[in-house]
């Protein structure tokens, strides 16, 4: 068996949705998983359940596998560093993990890259929070440097007084990361993959939406994003993955800011596939998931290509409905162009439990793409009794719909 295998560290849905990809290309994923039933543990064959943070139990892990790669940023560093030194093959490295694990830490080496921040500072009390805020203009949003995740860790502070109120996060955790509040337009996202020999690609920029700090929802390319300002973004995060070391897929979340600088600001890295890549599992020559594998083995990378002028991506969260596969009829029939991906996951409110995706047709508008999505995880959402939502064109069935082309 000449065939890598990579092992995954944590069994979310990314792990999940990254087995796929491995099975097309005959590797084979090892995932260390956090329990016996989380997402990624149903769709490999090898998933030992451990605690990520004990270094005995990732020294196990790494014995039989090629490559140590990750479903999420939370395993410390030095543990890494342990293991490189007993020669194990981590991609991405630790000094390069060190960007997406501490917002401090990324907003000094953006800076020290010359490319666009909001303005910041490491803030260690309330009067350090005030003074910035007095300085640089209320309001102000206040960070958790490490840990937040989907908005969590993340304060938005009016005033002084509200300022007072978060006094209970300096003894969380201090220094945080203060920075002033972005007047954006939207939010954008810039997905790129690098190999450890340096091969980089960066797939078309998307516009994220998001709803009460999660993702809802991806629109690939982002629509009327001027070619200049997709053209620096672009290469923003091809420069940070080249200057970074990054390996793997990474994105940059991006505040567009229309007429100011070069129109975008840097928000946050994430060094692993990311919601803003989804899209790309059936509307991109090349899938994220993929794309990470071949990444970090240092294969040649795949192209970047969009398949159709436009590519939706719409999350389900939990919802009213408790029984997924209950809506699939109703949701399936509505949208037979749309392609669903669910994680296998049990509903809780708010949880993140699948999306789906949709490719253009030549001509389709980006409003009944999106109302395709929309249509269709709203059904799986909130069930089949709550009625499709869809707008005259996402309900049009056009010849090739009815001849089964799309
Ligand atoms: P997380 O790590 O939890 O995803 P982010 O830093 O991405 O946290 O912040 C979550 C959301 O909060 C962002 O998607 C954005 O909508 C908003 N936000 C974060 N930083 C700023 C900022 N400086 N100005 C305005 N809005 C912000």
Avoid at 89 to 117: C, F, S, T, Y
Avoid at 227 to 238: I, S, W
Wanted: aromatic fraction near 6%.
């Amino acid at each position: 068996m000449t065939f890598p295998v990579i092992g995954v560290v944590g069994g979310g849905q990314l792990a999940r949705m990254m087995a796929p990809a491995a099975v097309a290309l005959g590797f084979e994923l090892h995932v260390l998983a956090e329990g016996p039933d989380v997402c990624a543990v149903a769709a490999v064959a090898h998933a030992p359940i451990g605690d990520y943070g004990d270094l005995d139990v990732l020294r196990r892990f790494a014995a039989d596998v090629d490559v140590l790669t990750f479903d999420h940023e939370h395993v410390p560093s030095g543990h890494l560093r342990t293991l490189i030194a007993e020669g194990v093959n981590v991609q991405p490295r630790p000094e390069a993990l060190i960007h997406a694990q501490d917002k401090l830490v990324m907003r000094a080496a953006i800076e020290r890259l010359g490319l666009p921040n909001p303005r910041w500072s490491a803030v260690a009390s309330v009067p350090d929070v005030v003074a910035f805020g007095d300085l640089h203009g209320w309001p102000v949003v206040l960070k958790m440097p490490r840990g937040g995740y989907d908005g969590k860790g993340v304060k938005v502070l009016d005033d002084a007084g509200a300022a007072a109120t978060a006094a209970d996060w300096f003894t969380a955790m201090s220094p945080l990361l203060v920075e002033a509040k972005v007047d954006f337009s939207r939010e954008l996202a810039a997905l790129v993959a690098r190999t450890p020999d340096g091969e980089a690609r960066a797939w078309p920029v998307v516009q994220s939406v998001q709803v009460d700090g999660v993702c809802d929802e991806v629109i690939a390319p982002a629509p009327d994003l001027p070619p200049v300002v997709e053209g620096a973004a672009e290469e923003a995060a091809l420069r940070i993955a080249t200057e970074l070391g990054v390996t793997g897929v990474m994105a940059v979340e991006l505040f567009e800011t229309p007429g100011q600088g070069q129109g975008f600001l840097i928000n946050e890295l994430a060094m692993r596939p990311h919601n803003s890549g989804h899209w790309t599992m059936d509307g991109s020559v090349t899938s994220q998931f993929e794309q990470h594998l071949r990444a970090v083995l240092n294969l040649p990378l795949g192209a970047t290509g969009i398949l159709g002028d436009v590519v939706v991506m719409k999350n389900f969260l939990g919802g009213a409905n408790t029984d997924l596969f209950g809506a699939y009829p109703a949701a399936l029939a509505a949208g037979p162009a749309v392609k669903v991906h669910s994680y296998g996951k049990s509903v809780r409110p708010g949880r993140k439990l699948g999306h789906v995706n949709v490719v253009s047709r030549p001509g389709e508008s980006v409003a009944a793409v999106r109302a395709q999505a929309a249509t269709v995880a709203t059904i799986i959402r909130d069930g089949a009794a709550s009625g499709p939502t869809q707008t005259s064109e996402s309900t049009q069935t056009s010849d090739s719909t009815q001849k089964g082309l799309r």
